[in-house]
């Protein structure tokens, strides 16, 4: 994996919101769910908002593009292009033990987790690229080189994606398939977390959904209340001791960015706090898989200038964004994105891994 020079903590002091692309039109829509973990342009807006408010930095020069104004802050980048490239959210988790969890590579498959309880024991096997067992038996598929699960061990394998993996369970996993524990907070037991067991997890591990309902505002600033407009927002509040992993491509702080201090992050002016921390090592190794800690942007894996495109993938369903531009007063293009834990079958040479892969 290419280097990630920081690490950012960031810890919510309440609930976050982050809103999909979902229309919110009276009448029609009054309900919205919240897009967790966020995407990378909305870290990244987080991020470079409380660059440019610690530098003191005024908005207007820095969207009117006049680089020699902050020419030290390089890695503020354009208002288009940042100056460096984030990856993740993953997640920490301070229990007994500190333990960091990643997305579950999606060549991972294991029995379905819906039935699973807390502890019991989940038995995952990695996939493997058989073209040259296909091409022996004359086979033919819609896709050039399937997969496939060596002897599995039980029937309905379903693939993890969309799961979280702690690292001790990135290193039994990838030997060749392993036990890992289901882990799941029950609200009527004390969960007490050990990083030397190998640990599977969905999303609600690491935190719950809350139910908001409030009014809307007239769109005139007056902050006025608009006449008949109720929504309803679900919302995330992560656990105690939970706190999200961001990794930079560059090292921002504390040139241009304090080493801790808070920023928003989200909709509804949610504050985090945050810190930089350089006590996060994932394992590197040389394998003919990588895996992608957050979202990738579909054009850099489809692309034309992309090393990646032509090989074996495995991946969950793509995210699609959307939005509107307050500058332009017009509907942002969607963007589609490859979620976390998409898994890309490299080969045996791995020397030009991308930034924000890991190598299982």
């Not at 810890?11 to 919110?24: A, I, N, Q, W, Y």
């Not at 040259?132 to 061990?153: A, D, E, I, N």
């Not at 090292?251 to 928003?264: C, H, R, T, V, Y």
Request: glycine share 10%; aromatic share 8%; with cysteine.
């Amino acid at each position: 994996m290419k280097k990630i020079e920081q690490w950012i903590r960031m810890t919510p002091v309440d609930t976050l919101f982050f809103k999909g692309s979902e229309p919110m039109v009276a009448g029609q829509n009054h309900e919205a769910a919240s897009v967790f973990p966020p995407m990378p342009e909305t870290l990244m807006g987080a991020i470079r908002n409380a660059m440019l408010g610690q530098r003191r930095i005024p908005l207007k020069d820095f969207l009117s593009g006049d680089q020699g104004k902050y020419a030290e802050h390089s890695c503020l980048g354009t208002p288009a292009q940042p100056g460096f490239e984030i990856t993740g959210p993953i997640f920490e988790v301070m229990e007994s033990t500190r333990d960091v969890f990643v997305p579950a590579p999606a060549h991972w498959f294991a029995g379905s987790l819906k039935k699973v309880g807390a502890g019991d024991r989940v038995q995952a096997s990695p996939a493997q690229v058989c073209a040259s067992q296909f091409k022996s038996l004359g086979l033919k598929g819609s896709v050039p080189q399937p997969l496939w699960v060596h002897k599995p061990r039980q029937e309905g394998l379903k693939s993890l994606s969309g799961a979280w993996i702690n690292l001790r369970a990135l290193e039994t996993v990838s030997r060749g398939g392993g036990e890992l524990c289901f882990a799941r907070r029950d609200p009527d037991k004390l969960y007490v977390h050990d990083s030397s067991i190998p640990t599977v997890a969905q999303a609600g591990f690491f935190h719950t959904s809350e139910i908001r309902t409030g009014i809307a505002l007239e769109p005139n600033r007056s902050r006025r209340v608009k006449k008949g407009y109720l929504y309803t927002f679900t919302q995330v509040r992560m656990h105690p001791r939970t706190s999200l992993l961001i990794g930079l491509s560059r090292a921002i702080a504390p040139k241009s960015l304090d080493n801790e201090g808070l920023m928003q992050l989200g909709g509804e002016q949610r504050i985090v706090k945050y810190e930089v921390v350089a006590d996060i090592d994932l394992p590197r190794k040389n394998s003919e898989w990588i895996f992608s800690l957050g979202p990738v942007r579909a054009e850099s894996i489809q692309g034309q200038a992309s090393d990646l495109a032509d090989f074996p993938r495995a991946s969950g369903p793509m995210i699609r964004t959307a939005g509107w531009d307050m500058k332009t007063n017009f509907h942002k293009p969607v963007s589609s994105f490859f979620p976390p834990g998409t898994a890309i079958h490299i080969g045996p040479d791995t020397a030009n891994t991308f930034f924000g892969f890991l190598s299982t």
